[in-house]
């Protein structure tokens, strides 16, 4: 309340000082401006008369000024007995002035009320850190946990009677061998499957004590796992020791990275977080277990970390298979072309939308070199230069793409911006056939970019120059194939109208467009 009181005043005080300043205008104590002009007449007037005695100024002219000033001083004298007083600000001014700065305080206040943070203490880093370290040593153990986990969890749907017939049995079984690993593991599986967590742990810490040594890292993070979802998500002391383990064991071990990230951020350390599972995002495949859950909070994770400009890396994604890759060996060099290109716009158009890694902002530039569009790679490098300025190890690699060597085509030129093609010269070459082969090496995420580049390129390519119907039976296939149907049905009406006089030739698209299901 105290600092409502305070602001309140703080407003009043300036809104007061603010509205008698525009009330009193030009002073009201002091002679108006015209009577002010009436002395400066008189002055003028017994000047000219001291310029005629002194032979300056002529009768003649002399009387003419004398009129001139005669009639301006009588003017500034009516103005001085009307009253007249120009410095003072008109009164539906002064009215809108009032009305206008109460609601911009109104509106204000208004504002803070909704958005802003009564009382609220500043945060300085060593504070929160403090805080942090509080809160992660004051976390509750396993068993203090596993208890309030208990208390919180919902009545668990009863399992199938066989299947709790069967547990009994392997429990009696382990209970007679319990030096058994093989039956430590399907007791500590079954467990889990039943939502038994706290006795599926236990279960596993006896197994990965049983092991030693020879225990993996993946053993030790699956206990960890375990002892996770038994205190309801809480990673407590002691399975924070568990991960601690399984990293010794692998450095890398995804599980374990995974939920030490998860108690970083648990621990108010959102800034170590972020660098655990940026590295996790980038290095694991897309179909591990812990990529969903980072990719819908990564976003978020970077901002309380302050990573502002944090774009995530894209999915890497499955792609075309090596089969797709060699059959494109077969393409004639227009569409090679078209491919290369179709290929380079696409990661210029996506980098320019969504932004991306500093490979892909090198693989760019040193393409776009090759291709020989020099000016154009110099644009893009230069852009990357304010993104990545203070990344260091991220600006070495697009420097060593921006010095990448130019296309065949600008050599030859002897340097420079790449000579625009004539009208009926032939197609920049594509890549040979071996080198399309080798293209199968290259990363899911290319080989995708690659394949949509080439399908793009080649619709463009038609859509403004036309070609054969081979060429848009092509299309119309590969788009349907993408799961592209709405840009394959367009495809598909272009090329009708593309052929409307080569019946053949429209039978032919009309085939393509059969088969993809959108044709009768």
């Known amino acids: 309340m105290l600092f409502w009181i305070i602001a309140a005043a703080l407003v009043a005080i300036i809104m007061l000082l603010f509205v008698l300043a525009v009330m009193r205008g030009g002073a009201s104590d002091q002679a108006p401006a015209a009577s002010y002009d009436v002395q400066v007449y008189r002055e003028q007037l017994r000047d000219i008369e001291r310029d005629v005695e002194r032979g300056v100024t002529s009768a003649e002219e002399a009387e003419r000024a004398k009129l001139e000033i005669s009639r301006r001083m009588l003017e500034a004298d009516r103005k001085v007995q ?18 206008g700065g109460a609601a911009l305080v109104g509106g204000t206040f208004w504002l803070y009320g909704r958005m802003g943070a009564e009382g609220y203490s500043d ?15 004051s976390r509750p153990s396993q068993e203090a946990a596993e208890k309030m986990a208990a208390a919180r969890q919902l009545n668990q749907p009863k399992p199938d009677p066989k299947f709790v017939e069967l547990m009994v049995k392997l429990r009696e079984a382990v209970a007679k061998n319990p ?39 993946d053993e030790y993070a699956q206990l960890g796992e375990m002892m996770v979802v038994a205190a309801g998500g809480l990673i407590t002391p002691e399975a924070e020791k568990v991960f601690a383990t399984a990293l010794q064991k692998d450095p890398k071990n995804g599980l374990s990275l995974y939920y030490v990230g998860l108690m970083m951020a648990q621990n108010s350390r959102e800034d170590r977080a972020f660098r655990i599972w940026d590295g996790l995002l980038r290095n694991s495949p897309d179909d591990a277990p812990w990529m969903p859950a980072i990719r819908d909070n ?72 090759m291709l020989g569009e020099v000016k154009r790679a110099d644009t893009i490098y230069g852009e990357a230069k304010g993104k990545f300025a203070a990344r260091p190890e991220d600006m070495a690699k697009i420097d060593a793409a921006h010095q990448a060597p130019v296309g065949k085509a600008l050599a030859d030129a002897g340097g420079g911006a790449a000579p625009a093609p004539a009208q009926n010269a032939p197609m920049m070459p594509g ?3 071996e080198q399309m082969k080798d293209a199968a090496q290259m990363s899911p995420e290319d080989r995708k970019q690659m ?55 429209l039978a032919q698209v009309q085939a393509a467009a059969q088969a993809a299901g959108l044709a009768q």
């Open 82 to 99: 009307a009253g007249s007083d120009t410095s003072r600000a008109p009164q539906g001014a002064m009215i809108a002035l009032i009305v």
């Open 123 to 137: 945060q300085p880093i060593a504070e929160r850190y403090a805080f942090a370290d509080k809160r992660y040593d």
């Open 179 to 217: 030096n058994d690993p093989r039956g430590l593991e399907l007791l500590s599986r079954n467990e889990a499957a039943m939502g038994n967590f706290d006795a599926a742990w236990q279960a596993q810490q006896r197994l990965v004590a049983l092991k030693g040594d020879s225990a993996s890292a």
């Open 298 to 369: 990564i976003n978020e994770l970077a901002w309380l970390a302050g990573e502002s400009d944090y774009t995530p890396p894209m999915p890497k994604g499955v792609g075309p298979s090596q089969a797709d890759i060699a059959a494109a060996a077969d393409m004639t060099p227009a569409e090679r072309q078209d491919m290369i290109r179709g290929m380079v716009n696409q990661l210029n158009d996506r980098l320019a939308q969504e932004g991306g890694s500093a490979d892909d902002w090198a693989r760019l530039i040193s393409s776009l070199r």
């Open 431 to 433: 890549p040979s056939a």
């Open 451 to 505: 394949i949509q580049g080439m399908v793009d390129g080649l619709f463009d390519r038609l859509t403004t120059e036309g070609g054969t119907a081979a060429e848009w039976s092509r299309v119309v296939s590969s788009l349907a194939t993408l799961g592209e149907k709405d840009r394959a049905a367009e495809a598909w009406g272009e090329a009708q109208q593309a052929l409307a006089n080569d019946p053949a030739g």
